[in-house]
Structures are given as structure tokens and as C-alpha cells.
């Protein structure tokens, strides 16, 4: 920090001296302000003197320039360029220089750019001339999703930055479209970063870098990840140990592969939309994920061998990679208390769940009732990594009623709206943990896993007068509106139809629409959820002005309205007839 930087930081308050040590600049007449020109000179921590700047001419040359109103800026001295050809600007002797262009030229509009604009000025100015080159304009956009809005809301404040030009930052207060006002020339590289993130979360940046074209860009996705709010205290206590192993053909860990599993199986990783983010917030709080991390430990396999290959033999090789676990460490390794483990090889092989929910493993000669998981260095991330888990706490994949082949038995993955159904559901970007994330999980799910706020559903049983129920998203818990209605046959204490409304933001803005959902509920059957179909043009979406009626003719849902403002959609559930 040069001296009259320390000088300008007095001024405000900051501690500072040209030593090092920590007097109040800000609090002593001693230390008067140094006017532009000038710098400070301390013969003591709290004795300075002003005293003129030696300066320089820096020098260089404009080309391209047909426009007006050009700006150059280097450390405080500006100056204005009307013509192409030579340039000169103040700087600093024996100190750092960056020229940079302030203000780009109008009438015509024109990208202005630095080049060899950095160095240190001496005596005899600048070793190599920089030049000033101007252009055609380009600019620098994208899409903006998951921003909480409001009037209240936190704003995203965005960056753009690109060698020889003064940054530019912007304010974002919605979803959508945006673009950096900063114009940029053809074959500039520019990097665009979040600058301020929302205090409800945590935004990520895809496509963040490059060069200009010759075209605009507008490919820059900004992903928020809003998180939800927690209705409850957590009671659903998942611990896992996640033990990682190094395969025997090859035991190089990849770098990185430690912070990413740290951080998006871990506590280390909370508010950034990881794993335990995201069980947090579909169950509102109640799903606490714990993980406790271990290894690397030498496997005995590459995951290609005869009886180890394959998603039927995943629990052999979480035994095998437990077994690798030297005795020195075994005996601080709980696995009586935990829910489940979860493998992370070195490498990408064939990785998701053993089975559903729990069962016998055993390791180093013992057993134990647990889960199963195996992952791989590209595994993490919640489209997939959420599905997977979410088999180890007992969810099947879910399904629609239709016949309809999508990968699996006839209607199994066809639920697009719910994580259970694997990588065929609506997804969204998410840069922090790519590729993608989302969605989140129906009601069905929500009361499998207990984790359904019971005082917030209407039931309505079938035969009864029809009732009008406003839901509430399951993105937007707060409030006391329902987020589910409940339909039940007469003398049932089941639900055995489930309604509710899933709106595009949260884990579910890879949505294309806003919309109602109805699902069967068999409960104590494998599978137990069942998209209820229709025949729009995006399956099993239930929109305004819509009805769905059941099989047997007994029982209507008619959608009055949907409120994305307000996050919220009418039904009316009552007899056909």
C-alpha cells in the first residue's frame, strides 16, 4: 500500500501507518490529509508530511478511435482523448501504473481497451509505449435464476472485468436476462463474478470467462441457490461415514477431490447448496445429513472385475473399500451408530445406491445393519448425488400412471417433477456443484420420509361438499396457508390422492412451469407414488382452468387460479358431480 493510499484510509477511519503499526490516523492532527499531488512522508508512526508526488509522462498511442468522450485513467489522473495518435498520462515515479480505459467513446459507441497498459513507472517514464485501441462494441450478458425477489429482498450485485478496461459492477434485483453496460472489443477476454451475493444464499457463475467473438455474449448463467425456510427443529438424524478410496489400478487422487467432497458432503459446505442444504430444505429442517469423512484407504479393486462391476454388486465393494480400513483407524470408526456409508473412489465407475433404506454389511468380519452409496470424483453433485441418498433413506424410484417406457418398468422414472425418478426429471444449472441440481421431492415422499409438516394440510374426504384450499408452494413454506390437500376414501386414515402446487424457483427452478401436481399414495406399497398423467403438452402439469378426475369417477381437482407473485395456486377438490 502506497502512502497516500494509507493517507486517503486515515480518512475513514481505517488503521493504518507506512510501519506497520496501528495508531489512530483518523483521531490526530498530526496526520493531515494529503491533497491530490501530493503524498505523505512520516518521520514517526504519527508525524507526516505532505509532500509533491514525482511525476512522470507516461506515454503511448491511439488507433481506431472515430467516436467521442474517450477517458484514460491511471491512479488518479485521468485524461480525455479526442484523436487518434500519440497520448501521454501522469504517473508516479518509481510506483506501480495501470492505464485503463474509464469512459469509452460515443457517437459512434466504441469498446476502448488497454494493451501493455501495466508496469512501473521510472524516472524516464514507461519502458515500452501502451496503446489505446478502439473498436466495435460488444457486450456481456446471460440469465440470472433462483433470485429471491421483493421489495425487501437482498440484491445480486454482478462484476465484469477485462485487462485495460475499469470494471464494471451492476445491481440485479430480478430473475432473467441481464447485460453488463460496459461495452467490450472484439477478441477482449473478460471474466464476469458476484460481486455481493444475496443473504439467503449463494450464487454461482457458468460461463463466467472467455474471449469477445465478434458477437455478444449471452451465455452467462448466474444460478441462486434462495434456500428455504426451516418450519422445525431437525428430527430426522442421518449420520453417514463416508470413507474414500483409491483404486488399485490407479490411486491418484485428482486435485480438488478433497474440498469438493468436504465441502458437498459436509457441514463445511452448508449455505452452498450441497447435500445437506438440500435435505434440510425439502424437509423444511427436520432432515439433519451429518457425514463423517475418512481415508484415502488403498481398495483392493478397480470396479471392473467379474462380481464386482455393476449396480448389483455396489455392497461388495463398500465392504471391500471398509475392509482396506488399517486396524490403527478402524477402532475411531462408530459403525453401529451410523445410518449408512458412502463410498468416494479416486476415479469415475459405476456409482449410486446398493438398495433402498438399510441392510446387512459386513465389515472386518462384523455386521451391521446400514446403508449403502458408492460415489466417484463425479458424483458430486444433487441431481444425482440427492437421488441416490435419498434410496439409502428408503425412497424407490417414483412413478407415473401411465405405461409409458422411461428407462426403467413400465411408468418407473416418469415422474419429471421428483428427484426419485433419477436423471430424468427437471434440472437446473448449478456452477457450485455441476453440472446440475434439483428438483426436489413430492408430497408422497415428504410423509414416506415423515417429514411433512402435519398441521399444514386440508383433508378432504371423498364424498364430502367441495372445498376451495389456497396452497402454498413447497418452495415457499412460510405463512400458514396449506401445503398439501389430502384426499382421503371415506373411513380411511390415509391419504390416498396427494395435491399439491410446485412453483419454478428453489431446487425446482429447472421447472418449465409453475404448476399443480396430483399424485396416488399407496401407502405401504413399493412404489407408493404415482403421477397422476394427463394429456398437456408438459406431462402431468395441472394448470389454471384445468381438472383432473380420478379413475373411478368419485372425486374432482379443478385448478382456479395460480399466484407465482404470491407463490401460491387455488384448487377446488370436490364430487365430479
Not at 434440510?280 to 439433519?288: H, V
Not at 401436481?517 to 394429456?535: D, F, M, V, W
Amino acid at each position: 500500500m502506497n502512502a497516500r493510499r494509507l493517507v486517503v484510509a486515515a480518512v475513514v477511519g481505517f488503521l493504518a501507518t507506512a510501519s506497520g503499526s496501528s495508531p489512530d490516523w483518523g483521531q490526530t492532527p498530526l496526520h493531515p490529509f494529503c491533497p491530490h499531488g501530493t503524498h505523505a512522508v512520516c518521520s514517526t508512526p504519527t508525524t507526516c508530511t505532505c509532500v509533491a508526488d514525482q511525476l512522470v509522462l507516461l506515454t503511448g498511442n491511439v488507433v481506431g478511435l472515430s467516436g467521442k468522450g474517450l477517458t484514460l485513467v491511471n491512479e488518479g489522473y485521468g485524461i480525455g482523448v479526442s484523436a487518434n495518435g500519440p497520448v501521454t498520462i501522469l504517473a508516479r515515479v518509481n510506483e506501480e501504473y495501470g492505464v485503463e480505459v474509464s469512459t469509452d467513446p460515443t457517437d459512434p459507441l466504441q469498446a476502448c481497451y488497454v494493451d501493455n497498459g501495466y508496469g512501473t513507472a521510472t524516472a524516464s517514464g514507461n519502458s515500452q509505449p501502451f496503446t489505446v485501441i478502439c473498436g466495435t462494441p460488444y457486450t456481456v450478458g446471460g440469465t440470472i435464476t433462483g433470485l429471491v425477489s421483493g421489495s425487501s429482498a437482498p440484491y445480486l450485485m454482478l462484476s465484469l472485468s477485462s485487462r485495460g478496461v475499469t470494471g464494471s459492477v451492476q445491481t440485479e434485483k430480478q430473475n432473467g436476462p441481464y447485460t453488463f453496460p460496459m461495452p467490450l472489443a472484439n477478441g477482449r477476454s473478460y471474466q464476469v463474478g458476484v460481486a455481493s451475493d444475496p443473504n439467503r444464499g449463494s450464487c454461482g457463475i457458468a460461463n463466467g470467462s472467455g474471449t469477445i467473438a465478434g458477437s455478444n455474449v449471452t451465455d452467462v448463467l448466474v444460478s441462486c441457490w434462495p434456500g428455504y425456510p426451516h418450519l422445525a427443529q431437525p428430527s430426522v438424524f442421518r449420520s453417514w461415514i463416508v470413507l474414500k478410496c483409491a483404486l488399485s489400478d490407479d490411486r491418484t487422487v485428482p486435485s480438488g477431490l478433497d474440498d469438493l467432497i468436504g465441502n458437498f458432503l459436509g457441514t463445511g459446505g452448508v449455505g452452498t447448496g450441497n447435500l445437506v442444504d438440500y435435505y434440510g430444505d425439502i424437509s423444511y429442517g427436520a432432515i439433519q445429513i451429518q457425514s463423517r469423512i475418512y481415508g484415502w484407504y488403498p481398495a483392493s479393486f478397480t470396479g471392473k472385475e467379474n462380481g464386482l462391476a455393476g449396480a448389483t454388486n455396489r455392497y461388495k465393494r463398500v465392504q471391500l473399500c471398509a475392509d482396506a480400513i488399517p486396524r490403527s483407524d478402524f477402532g475411531s470408526i462408530d459403525f453401529s451408530d451410523a445410518w449408512g456409508i458412502i463410498i468416494v473412489t479416486n476415479h469415475a465407475q459405476d456409482g449410486g445406491a446398493c438398495y433402498d433404506g438399510q441392510s446387512s454389511l459386513t465389515i472386518q468380519g462384523s455386521s451391521y445393519n446400514l446403508a449403502c452409496v458408492v460415489f466417484d470424483s463425479l458424483s458430486m453433485y444433487t441431481a444425482f448425488a440427492a437421488h441416490e441418498i435419498g434410496h439409502g433413506l428408503g425412497m424407490p424410484h417414483s412413478y407415473d400412471n401411465t405405461q409409458n417406457t422411461c428407462g426403467g418398468a413400465p411408468g418407473e422414472y416418469c415422474d419429471n417433477w421428483d428427484i426419485m425418478s433419477a436423471l430424468n426429471t427437471y434440472q437446473f444449472a448449478w456452477s457450485t456443484y455441476p453440472p446440475n441440481a434439483g428438483p426436489g421431492v413430492d408430497v408422497p415422499n415428504l410423509l414416506f420420509l415423515g417429514v411433512f409438516p402435519t398441521d399444514r394440510s386440508t383433508i378432504y374426504n371423498i364424498g364430502n361438499s367441495p372445498q376451495t384450499v389456497t396452497l402454498t408452494a413447497l418452495s415457499h413454506p412460510s405463512g400458514s396457508n396449506p401445503l398439501a390437500v389430502l384426499i382421503r376414501p371415506p373411513g380411511s386414515p390415509s391419504p390416498f390422492y396427494t395435491v399439491e402446487y410446485r412453483q419454478t424457483d428453489g431446487w425446482d427452478q429447472g421447472m418449465p412451469v409453475s404448476t399443480v401436481l396430483i399424485h396416488q399414495y399407496k401407502l405401504g406399497s413399493t412404489p407408493y407414488s404415482y403421477l397422476q398423467e394427463n394429456n398437456a403438452r408438459i406431462r402431468g402439469s395441472w394448470l389454471q382452468n384445468t381438472f383432473w378426475t380420478d379413475p373411478s369417477n368419485s372425486v374432482k381437482v379443478y385448478v382456479n387460479s395460480i399466484n407465482t407473485s404470491g407463490g401460491t395456486a387455488s384448487v377446488t377438490v370436490g364430487p365430479t358431480k
